[in-house]
């Protein structure tokens, strides 16, 4: 490492203003980015920020204007380089916490049910964190940095991070017999968060998305992380059944409406569908159709929309699919109640 720093310094040096060799700092950081703690991270920026500094000090030739714009775009890149992968640190602590926290209580028999559940609901975050990890290391990783969809990366990491942790919180208290924490909320747009965090499997899964949510629908009175939580599920459900399917005839269909003093939403697939037989099932705990499965996804989520004052089912649909629908109250039910 002291090498290549060495090497950059005195390419740096050795050229004209105009040519902004210490960008390269960048690729020592993120070599280092394993070997030193954040402190050394730290330590490693300063001596980057001040190499480049003296760099310019002792250039022979060259347009000086030019060689400050250089010196100043090299250190922005150095200190936001430095800046992205001490969040993306935080952000791995982070998920690394919350899978130990996890262990730990899969420890306690008498928690047995409950780690199950909290196991299933926080996967999909915790996958999306890795998916979005992996990502903002290719974005650091290319020559040079792309900044911006590195952060972009990030972001997604510490939001994904926050709703496992929320995702946990609301199971834990659903299974201890608490209340949900109703309040009112904007119904479309939890919605549309929760569609947002799952369009790249869709793109993945060549799956085209069509949504028709009521413009004026009164705000929804519920828990809106655990409603979240439900309509992550159900979303993920039917593109799991969309993926044994022809991929021209996968569409996803998504609509709110309003039914009377409630909140209807609907998340049909363009699937295989479901059988008659499996409808008395579906809900019940354990009981699954997939070969992977565990089958506590519908059941928590029959438990958490019946908490909430709603009641959710599953029909056939027109084209062979399967179509779940669930109700929530709204701030109009409440003052009728």
């Known amino acids: 490492m002291v090498i290549v720093m060495a090497a950059i310094f005195v390419a740096d040096t050795a050229t004209s203003y105009e040519v902004a060799a210490a960008v390269f700092y960048t690729v020592v950081i993120l070599t280092a980015t394993r070997a030193l703690d954040r402190r050394g991270l730290i330590a490693l920026t300063a001596i980057c920020i001040a190499l480049t500094v003296i760099s310019l000090a002792f250039t022979p030739n060259g347009n000086l204007r030019s060689g400050l714009i250089n010196m100043g775009i090299s250190i922005a890149a150095i200190v936001i380089t430095s800046y992205l992968i001490l969040k993306m640190e935080?952000?791995?602590?982070?998920?690394?916490d919350a899978q130990a926290q996890l262990m730990r209580i899969a420890r306690v028999k008498s928690l047995e049910g409950l780690t199950t559940s909290i196991a299933h609901e926080v996967n999909q975050p915790l996958a999306a964190i890795?998916?979005?990890?992996?990502a903002c290391q290719r974005w650091l990783a290319q020559e040079p940095p792309n900044l911006d969809k590195a952060r972009q990366a990030l972001d997604r990491i510490l939001g994904d991070a926050g709703r496992a942790s929320s995702i946990i919180a609301r199971v834990r208290s659903l299974t201890r017999g608490e209340p949900p924490r109703k309040d009112a909320f904007e119904f479309n747009q939890a919605i549309m968060e929760v569609i947002a965090q799952s369009q790249a499997e869709m793109e993945r899964n060549g799956i085209i998305l069509e949504t028709s949510l009521f413009a004026d629908l009164p705000p929804a009175l519920a828990d809106r992380v655990q409603i979240q939580q439900v309509v992550g599920n159900l979303v993920l459900n039917a593109i799991e059944?969309?993926?044994?399917?022809?991929?021209?005839?996968?569409?996803?269909?998504?609509?709110?409406?309003?039914?009377g003093d409630a909140i209807l939403l609907s998340v049909s697939d363009s699937g295989a569908g479901l059988p008659a037989a499996v409808h008395e099932h579906l809900f019940e705990a354990f009981w699954t159709t997939k070969p992977e499965g565990i089958g506590v996804g519908l059941s928590i989520s029959r438990a958490i929309i019946e908490a909430n004052g709603g009641q959710i089912w599953a029909d056939p649909t027109e084209s062979g699919g399967a179509s779940f629908r669930f109700t929530v109250p709204t701030t109009a039910w409440e003052r009728r109640a």
Do not use: D, I, P, Q
């Not at 935080?90 to 690394?96: L, P, V, Y």
């Open 130 to 134: 890795v998916t979005s990890g992996n």
């Open 241 to 259: 059944a969309m993926a044994a399917v022809s991929a021209r005839s996968r569409t996803l269909y998504v609509m709110s409406e309003r039914k």
């Open 90 to 96: 935080a952000a791995r602590t982070a998920a690394h």
